[in-house]
């Protein structure tokens, strides 16, 4: 099984076991809600029929334990260029000059997408929560029938 490590702070993120694909400056996998048996007496989600110690989780969240974190768009826009300048500097001191250029030009073409639809993601990282750390971007699928128990989770590929 292949682990892949956010190489700013040394967090495992993401494994070959769920599937991932390369998508230009991005890996991608698909998440899912699975329910975990905490052996805690409590009720989560707001599900019907939840037994008491189940929480509802998402997978790739759980079995990396990132952590959540509250960003609004502006504190993505702050995080996000100190975090790809770290990055860039990070990749051409391992002497990897064509990873950091191809990294400046492909997130140039995506940041603003990223931005515009902030408050539709969700925001992780890693388990240690290290300033300079990758942020994980999910974004459900969207379904007019039922609430989606599906995501799409991104991770910056130079990263790992």
């Known amino acids: 099984m292949k682990v892949f490590k956010d190489i700013m702070s040394g967090d495992e993120m993401l494994s070959d076991s769920y599937g991932e694909e390369v998508d230009g400056p991005f890996i991608k996998a698909k998440g899912a809600y699975i329910m975990k048996d905490t052996g805690v007496a409590g009720f989560e989600c707001g599900e019907e029929g939840v037994e008491d110690g189940v929480v509802r989780v998402i997978n790739i969240v759980d079995a990396f334990k990132l952590q959540e974190v509250p960003f609004d768009k502006k504190q993505y826009q702050a995080h996000i260029k100190g975090y790809l300048q770290a990055l860039k ?72």
């Open 89 to 160: 500097a990070k990749l051409e001191a391992d002497g990897k000059p064509e990873a950091a250029a191809e990294l400046v030009a492909q997130s140039k073409s995506v940041i603003a997408g990223i931005l515009g639809k902030a408050d539709e993601l969700s925001f992780y990282m890693g388990e240690n929560l290290q300033e300079n750390s990758m942020v994980v971007l999910v974004e459900w699928e969207r379904r007019v029938s039922r609430p989606s128990c599906t995501g799409a989770l991104a991770w910056w590929r130079r990263s790992t």
